[in-house]
């Protein structure tokens, strides 16, 4: 089936965010006496939201946190994450230049764990939102990853881009971990995995092909699923 629209995740796809992630959460958890390691965000927690991320640390530290601490924490994290931005540049390398060539031939889309505002504020410091007509955030779906990515979800914000009405089998997911290609396969999409955050044999049995980077997603490419 031929693919009409392309929903890209965000943080480890376009973004080189998960460093900062990681530091902000690091630093968050710090001051409630937690201490993060960096290899157990990788391993355990990256396929979250920041809710669903904060209550399985404190599941994991025998911590009970109660819905305003839990909404605190969030709050503080995504305050650091936007200083943390303001010095750094996040894009991958070829992140735009592929944004840029797939919008000439697809309506494109994000569906992501993140927060959209994080989302957003990104793609306008880089150029970039033009070329999105639907972003769906963490807020914006009722599961987010790594639960079952709902149609309502990533399909919405394609819905706007392609008429009548999009099969999911017509979207291609862009994804780095295995998290979120399972959600998208779930949901129906097909999906291509970029080996950017972890190494391409632990992602193959989870995505239709798997590339090094963002430089091979081409319209040649994306021919194999015509």
């Given at each position: 089936m031929t693919i009409r629209a392309i929903v890209f995740d965000f943080?480890?796809?376009?973004?080189?965010?998960?460093?900062?992630?990681?530091?902000?959460?690091?630093?968050v958890l710090a001051d409630s006496g937690v201490m993060l390691e960096e290899k157990d965000y990788y391993a355990r927690y990256l396929g979250h939201d920041d809710l669903g991320a904060f209550r399985q640390i404190g599941l994991d530290c025998s911590i009970v946190w109660s819905p305003d601490q839990l909404a605190g924490l969030v709050r503080q994290k995504a305050t650091l994450m936007e200083e943390l931005e303001r010095s750094h540049s996040v894009l991958f390398a070829g992140a735009a230049d592929a944004v840029r060539r797939l919008a000439e031939a697809f309506p494109l889309?994000?569906?992501?764990g993140a927060l959209r505002g994080e989302i957003e504020r990104v793609l306008q410091r880089e150029n970039l939102a033009g070329y999105f007509a639907g972003v769906v955030g963490a807020e914006d779906t009722p599961a987010s990853k790594p639960a079952r990515i709902r149609i309502s979800g990533p399909l919405s914000s394609c819905a706007v881009?392609?008429?009548?009405?999009?099969?999911?089998?017509?979207?291609?997911?862009?994804?780095?971990s295995r998290w979120g290609l399972q959600s998208a396969r779930a949901a129906g999409l097909r999906t291509v995995a970029v080996a950017h955050t972890y190494a391409a044999a632990a992602l193959a049995d989870a995505a239709d092909e798997v590339l090094p980077d963002l430089g091979g997603l081409t319209l040649e490419f994306l021919g194999r699923f015509a």
């Open positions: 943080d480890g796809v376009i973004a080189n965010s998960e460093p900062l992630h990681f530091r902000a959460y690091r630093d889309a994000i569906a992501s881009l392609a008429e009548p009405v999009l099969n999911p089998a017509e979207c291609l997911a862009i994804e780095d």
